[in-house]
C-alpha cells in the first residue's frame, strides 16, 4: 500500500468576512503539493502562497497529515484599497497514509511560501540489508 492512497477534500466553509472592496475568503482550498519518496523518509511540499509561519498547522494522526493554513491581509493604517484581486485564503490538504511512517518525528519547514514536510518512514517498512554469511 502506498503513502498516499487518496486524498479527502474539504467540504468545511468559513464565515465570509468582507471589508472595504474585499471579497469573501470563499470555501476552503486545496493548496498544490508534491510528494516524493526515497529510502527513508517521504517529502511533501505544500504551496501556501502569502500564509505566514504562524498561520500554518500540521498534524498527523489516525492515518492521515493534515495540513491547513490561513491567509488574512491586514489593512494598513491610512490605506485605502482602490483594487483588490488577491483575497483571504484558508487552505486546507488531507492525505491519508497506510500507517507506514514514523508520526513522532515529523519535522516542517517553510520558506518562500513554500512548507515542505519530511515524514520518516516506520522502522519496519524501511528495507534492510542482509549479509550472505
Do not use: C
Not at 89 to 101: G, K, M, P, Q
Request: overall charge neutral.
Amino acid at each position: 500500500m502506498s503513502f498516499i492512497n487518496n486524498l479527502i477534500p474539504s467540504l468545511r466553509r468559513e464565515p465570509a468576512t468582507r471589508g472595504d472592496n474585499d471579497r469573501s475568503a470563499g470555501p476552503v482550498q486545496k493548496p498544490a503539493y508534491r510528494v516524493r519518496e526515497d529510502e527513508g523518509t517521504y517529502t511533501l511540499t505544500v504551496q501556501l502562497p502569502g500564509v505566514v509561519k504562524s498561520g500554518v498547522e500540521i498534524t498527523a494522526d489516525d492515518g492521515e497529515i493534515r495540513v491547513t493554513g490561513r491567509r488574512d491581509w491586514q489593512r494598513p493604517d491610512g490605506w485605502t484599497t482602490l483594487h483588490r484581486e488577491s483575497v483571504d485564503a484558508t487552505y486546507e490538504l488531507v492525505l491519508t497514509h497506510d500507517n507506514a511512517i514514523n508520526a513522532d518525528n515529523v519535522a516542517a519547514e517553510l520558506r518562500d511560501g513554500v512548507r515542505t514536510v519530511t515524514v520518516p518512514k516506520a522502522e519496519a517498512i524501511k528495507p534492510r540489508r542482509i549479509a550472505v554469511a
